[in-house]
């Protein structure tokens, strides 16, 4: 195969970014990288996926059904946006509830 002197470095970073990668199950709404490190913990990154969404809902729906009113509302307006296709506003919303909802429970 001819390839284009210009190609080589392209390829290379290419060949960085795809070693190694490797999707968690569609249930959690991550991505899970292996690292080189030798450990046996993978990285995880949060994605903007629904299931995300839903996995952000239970840890706030697990602290009980009375929330304060500022998480409720917030709680309300991500599931929604989340609902209507406005994933990663929706996950900001509910990432804020969450932090507000620990604050108040000091967990």
Known sequence: MNMHPAMAPAIVVMSFCLCGAAPAGADTGADVIATRDGSDKPVIITSDTKAYCNRLLN?????????????????????????????????????????????????
């Open 59 to 107: 840890i706030i729906d697990a602290y009980g059904p009375a929330l304060p009113q500022d998480v409720d509302s917030l709680r309300t307006q991500g599931e929604d946006m989340c609902r209507a296709g406005r994933i990663r506003s929706g996950i900001v919303r509910l990432r804020r509830a969450l932090v507000e909802l620990k604050e108040t429970t000091h967990s």
